[in-house]
């Protein structure tokens, strides 16, 4: 039975980082972009608002208190679920980014970003069914046969089929290349795959026809690891030429996790050949191509789940300010020793105000990164010279680990804040706010754990084009620094900007030393610190370039217009950001330069005598 919606979003502010901030303006009309123009950006906003609010919101709680049951094999998912996917794909809102060839809409993808953000916030578990089915869906239009495109991408795009994405092992954990799955190839081309696959999202669901499931094997005399992989495409159940789902392909749902939260998606246990009858086709037609392909659809699912964050993180801090503004508890400071002062609203407490603002920091500075490197993807459409689409390129690769570990990390501590503001009613299931916190909590650790994208970045991206991509993105900052030092609002803050820019640097050119002398056990133990210091230094940059931009905005408006208030929330967001959790970017790079190896010199036997 559906509940109350508690889903609550800023459209003002995903209007302003979309047009003040960012100038989606400027490409909406053009080329690719010409049917969309900001009136149909707008409605798209607030349809995919009310759709949140009226469809997907009131499922929230009582689909995480009645959860997926497993029957003979079968997931049942939870009440109200299969009229929402219905009404999902008629509102068309999974396919708005997908190209017309697709069946989709073509909207810009920092549009799809915001979309998605709300159908995240207002029901996490339900958006994750038709969020894997789109992306195997996109996976199979990058990388398939012309053939595969035409069978199976429009079915995933309009939910006529589901989709998964199966990595994970139970021997191997987050070490793909220790995947155990078979293919053995057959007279026709096709491959008898067998294995066993654990975690799946949504693996089984009674939510679509049939379900595409992406997955890892080895073709037999494959070499070992990653390298020895191939993706392949096997349905759940048969597909006959003319396009009918019929009969079983031997995939069978043997369990599903009971977890700490998102517990309308079911997480499941998959075999696959059982019966020795698992007939799946080569995506693309290409061997040992797997890890590259499958990086397509993994490094879509890692920006997700930064969206996901910030959706939940957004929602937590809007229900927290409500509370807020209207719980009544205590006198003022200046009256607490007096008892007969009047209760005033928690809001006019200083350490309630502290928590508030410290989560507006963070959602409007998360979500300004998130469509920051959804307008690079934009921007590298439309580009013409192959030099800047390169730097847009560039800048998405850098961001994405970025977006996906400080927006999950985030998301959980803004959640475990908002339970704060709550109190005691916070950690009720009466308030939202504890199911948003354990819903968080797999942010940090699917599709990558946070360590995993650290990694990735000092690993990979830091080095990729011989340091272009980062020495372009401290280029960006330090000129925002350049042309707004001496401000006389910010210029004590954008100091601040500059001393984190210089660390962040030096971070990564003492990884390289680390790297290159012998020294290559530090970079793992500073690894999730460095990713840390670049998201604080990109968020604290976002937000002060938002103060900047209200400033001028404010300057030419009214003093009763309402949105003055709003530039001035800007100012004071950035603000507390760049004088409370940015300098600690510069501190933490001294950590760095510390080179601390106590979590490496410590014995096994030391951690505990039991």
Not at 324 to 351: F, L, N, Y
């Amino acid at each position: 039975m559906a509940g109350v919606n508690r889903y609550r979003a800023d459209l003002r502010d995903h209007r302003f980082v979309l047009f003040e901030q960012f100038k989606l303006g400027d490409i909406l009309g053009k080329g690719i972009y010409e049917a969309w123009g900001p009136d149909e950006v707008d409605s798209i906003l607030k349809e995919a608002y009310r759709f949140s609010c009226d469809v997907t919101g009131p499922l929230c709680a009582s689909a995480d208190r009645e959860g997926c049951k497993l029957e003979n094999g079968k997931v049942m998912t939870p009440h109200g679920f299969h009229e929402a996917w219905g009404r999902l794909y008629e509102a068309g809102f999974k396919a708005l980014g997908v190209s017309p060839d697709h069946g989709g809409s073509g909207a810009p993808a920092c549009v799809q970003l915001l979309v998605e953000e709300m159908l995240s916030g207002s029901n996490t578990a339900f958006n994750m069914y038709p969020g894997l089915a789109f992306g195997a869906g996109e996976l199979i239009a990058e990388t398939g046969t012309d053939d595969q495109k035409h069978r199976f991408v429009e079915n995933m795009i309009t939910g006529k089929w589901g989709g998964t994405m199966c990595l994970t092992e139970a021997h191997a954990g987050s070490d793909v290349g220790a995947t155990r799955a078979t293919a053995r190839k057959q007279p026709d081309g096709r491959y008898k795959i067998k294995g066993t696959k654990v975690f799946i999202s949504c693996g089984e669901h009674d939510l679509a026809e049939n379900i595409i499931h992406m997955v890892l094997a080895r073709i037999e005399g494959a070499p070992p690891g990653t390298k020895g992989l191939s993706l392949f495409i096997i349905p759940k159940y048969r597909i006959t030429p003319d396009g009918r789902s019929e009969g079983s392909n031997d995939v069978t749902c043997t369990s599903i996790e009971h977890k700490m939260g998102i517990n309308g998606s079911a997480t499941c246990v998959l075999n696959f050949g059982d019966n020795d009858d698992c007939v799946g086709e080569l995506c693309g037609g290409v061997e040992h191509q797997g890890m590259a392909q499958m990086f397509r659809m993994m490094n879509g699912a890692r920006i997700a789940v930064g969206v996901q964050g910030i959706g939940l993180m957004g929602t937590a801090y809007l229900n927290a300010l409500d509370y807020a503004r209207e719980r009544k508890q205590g006198a003022s400071i200046e009256r607490w020793k007096d008892p007969t002062a009047p209760r005033v609203p928690i809001i006019q407490h200083a350490d309630v105000r502290r928590m508030l603002l410290e989560m507006k920091a963070k959602v409007e500075g998360t979500r300004a990164l998130g469509v920051k490197l959804a307008m690079h993807t934009d921007q590298k459409k439309i580009e013409t010279d192959p030099d800047k689409a390169a730097y847009h390129q560039g800048q998405v690769e850098v961001l994405t680990p970025l977006i996906k570990a400080y927006g999950s990390d985030q998301a959980f501590r803004v959640c475990e804040l908002a339970i704060q503001v709550l109190g005691g009613v916070g950690y009720c299931q009466d308030f939202p706010v504890e199911q948003y916190c354990r819903d968080a909590k797999i942010f940090s650790i699917y599709e990558g754990t946070n360590h995993i994208q650290a990694m990735d970045l000092v690993g990979r991206k830091l080095g990729m084009a011989g340091g272009a991509h980062l020495q372009a993105f401290v280029g960006d900052v330090a000129a925002f620094v350049s042309k707004h030092q001496g401000d006389p609002d910010f210029g004590t803050a954008i100091q601040t900007l500059d001393e984190a820019q210089a660390a962040v640097l030096g971070g990564a050119m003492m990884m390289m030393g680390w790297s290159g002398s012998g020294k290559l056990s530090l970079i793992p133990l500073a690894a999730n610190r460095y990713l840390e210091m670049m998201a604080e230094l990109a968020v604290g940059w976002l937000l002060l370039e938002q103060a900047v931009i209200a400033r001028e905005a404010a300057s030419k408006l009214e003093a009763s217009h309402p949105d003055r208030a709003f530039y001035e929330g800007k100012r004071h967001a950035a603000l507390y950001f760049a004088r409370n959790i940015l300098p600690g970017v510069a501190f933490k790079g001294k950590l760095l330069a510390a080179e601390d190896t106590s979590a490496t010199d410590i014995a096994v036997e030391s951690f505990a005598t039991l």
